[in-house]
């Protein structure tokens, strides 16, 4: 399996990105997908989460009302639309696929990943 992330980049406080994955090697259309971030000298940590059939989401708390997960499952590709960026939001972030929801509002990692994008936002 490969997943391709783009989108990453340098942008101001308060302003957008929208990181877009690309999937190939397995069926995207059957797998939950999500978004991953590690900032330097922290712990990966789980941004957003999408189910296969794009109607179940999950958000952690940080990002809620802010970032937006979603796919297109003509084109393999789960996007994740951020807004309002903070300084706080610098990390690089990682595209996750065959997750699972354990929990309302959870989503836990597969065993796909990409190579990630780094975002950095500047105050």
């Known amino acids: 399996a490969q997943l391709v992330e783009s989108g990453g980049g340098l942008v101001q406080y308060g302003g957008s990105l929208r990181l877009s994955c690309t999937v190939s090697?397995?069926?995207?259309?059957?797998?939950?997908m999500g978004w991953f971030r590690q900032a330097p000298g922290r712990q990966r940590e789980l941004v957003a989460g999408i189910g296969w059939e794009g109607e179940r989401t999950a958000y952690t708390d940080s990002v809620k009302g802010r970032f937006t997960i979603s796919r297109d499952n003509t084109k393999s590709t789960v996007y994740l639309q951020m807004n309002s960026l903070k300084p706080e939001d610098t990390a690089v972030y990682y595209c996750n696929g065959g997750g699972y929801f354990p929990e309302v509002n959870n989503y836990a990692p597969g065993p796909y990943w990409g190579q990630g994008t780094q975002v950095t936002v500047s105050s």
């Open positions: 090697g397995f069926t995207f259309s059957s797998y939950s």
